[in-house]
């Protein structure tokens, strides 16, 4: 009930909630993205029970992110591979990566390294604009609303028609 | 109990799922980043339960993401606001925003745009290397054992030492 309520709001970050919100979901997709493929393997990865696993990854296959292929048969045994959907859903993983590495690895550091092909250094992603290539964070851009700002409690329903963000500073914790 | 659980493994994409893993956290995120502050205006905003608002506010205090702050008393009456911590949490919302822009919004369009300040235009984030500035996507790395990876179901804990990702393209829906 609440899945159809999130995907039906005029909000991007809510739909994108509505595919992977369930916290299992970004730990399967992690582990296929680096090669743990199979349903027994993800399983023991995981330490999920098989019931939750073949429901996510039902799910995961439906939405289109995953999708699902017989490598042996008698009895069939299946392996998951990313869609380009889900290819690119890993670039939100190298976010949360980010996040995750600053705020919550502690003096331990970060338990994951990311060595970009092309430079070949270790690195992280950062945002940068589309258009002209500068930084880009949430405190750098005004929000409007858009073509598909139609339905459900999205920001482009609140009265202002525009919200400069930039303005008003993070507060200390 | 499964809150603890994600928080402890050794990756940051379970650590982070842990802050934010519950669906309507990044909404009550989403909201506070427009200016919608107040305990009052965030309930009919997004439509829940005070109690479910009050319990997931408290939370976001918890983890330090936001910060509470009396704005009257006699009754005490609360506004939220961003920590460092939190807003750039919001830089990871504009990731979401990318992907559910690209892969949800259908005909409709992007039901909410993004005008970077620093040069005026309707962008998106687009993830590069913090090394190189060159484009970094999730198949453009080398996945490696990190100076954290100690505990818990971590891609370092798998057998391989290294993990390049980029040789297995994505597979069609």
């Not at 439906?62 to 045994?77: D, G, I, K, N, T």
């Not at 338990?111 to 258009?131: D, K």
Request: hydrophobic share 35%; net charge negative.
């Amino acid at each position: 009930m609440q899945r159809t309520r999130f995907g039906d709001m005029a909000c991007s970050i809510a739909r994108t909630w509505d595919v992977i919100g369930e916290p299992w979901s970004p730990l399967i997709l992690r582990n296929v993205y680096v090669g743990i493929r199979r349903f027994d393997q993800l399983q023991a990865s995981l330490g999920i029970s098989r019931k939750v696993l073949a429901e996510r990854l039902r799910w995961l296959v439906e939405a289109e992110v995953l999708a699902r292929r017989e490598y042996a048969s008698r009895p069939a045994r299946y392996e998951y591979t990313l869609t380009q959907k889900g290819t690119e859903l890993c670039d939100l993983l190298l976010f949360m990566v980010r996040w995750g590495d600053r705020w919550t690895a502690g003096e331990a550091g970060p338990p994951v390294l990311y060595r970009h092909h092309a430079c070949g250094e270790i690195s992280h992603v950062e945002p940068r604009c589309s258009a002209c290539g500068g930084p880009m964070s949430a405190t750098d851009v005004d929000v409007l609303p858009g073509p598909g700002a139609k339905t459900g409690p999205a920001p482009a329903d609140e009265p202002e028609d525009q919200l400069s963000v930039g303005d008003s500073g993070p507060t200390s914790a």
